[in-house]
């Protein structure tokens, strides 16, 4: 009921109300923050931090922002809420993250070198019906999960100092079955 009056009328102060303390009273300080943020002094630090952070993940861009948060068409509102969100509260990159990321696209692309390098070789000794193609395969494409290993391992570390710790999360995994997967053609002697 609020929400459909707040979306037909953004200035209605009551019905913003409504949904700011219900979702506080719940322990959604992500939910209270996307709705009290519109009225200048209603929503908490902590609240506008969990809302930038919802809106991070979600990849939203001002437009969806505004949706979401069923502001008013006034630019100074938009232009409060915008610069709450992005300056005040937005976490700042690392030094230590962007030499990461330089790092990590470097290995990105050697790991695509080597994939290259799997497949012609792999090609010639099995056109050329040597006894060692099985091998050199095996080799060689341990060498190109390593360094995807390596790649998505440096990833997560560049992602976990940029504070994506999910996206980070997921680059773990990667690095994991990649290693994992190296480790299962590396020949045993």
Do not use: N
Not at 34 to 46: K, P, Q, S, W
Not at 57 to 67: F, I, K, P, S, V
Not at 98 to 119: E, F, H, M, P, Q
């Amino acid at each position: 009921m609020f929400k459909a009056r707040l979306a037909a009328d953004p200035l209605d102060h009551e019905a913003r109300l409504g949904p700011v303390t219900w979702y506080r009273g719940v322990g959604h300080g992500d939910q209270a923050g996307r709705y009290a943020i519109a009225v200048d002094g209603l929503a908490t630090r902590d609240e506008i931090r969990q809302y930038s952070s919802l809106l991070r993940g979600l990849g939203a861009d001002d437009e969806r922002m505004r949706e979401l948060s069923c502001l008013p068409e006034d630019p100074a509102v938009e232009a409060r809420v915008s610069e709450m969100l992005t300056s005040v509260l937005a976490p700042t990159r690392t030094r230590f993250a962007d030499i990461v990321d330089i790092i990590t696209a470097i290995v990105w692309v050697l790991c695509g070198i080597s994939v290259v390098i799997t497949l012609i070789t792999t090609f010639v000794v099995t056109l050329r019906g040597e006894s060692s193609a099985p091998e050199v395969a095996s080799t060689w494409a341990a060498i190109t999960l390593l360094s995807a290993a390596v790649a998505a391992g440096l990833g997560a570390i560049g992602l976990a100092a940029g504070r994506s710790p999910i996206a980070a999360a997921v680059f773990v995994v990667v690095c994991a079955l990649a290693a994992w997967g190296a480790l299962a053609l590396l020949p045993l002697a």
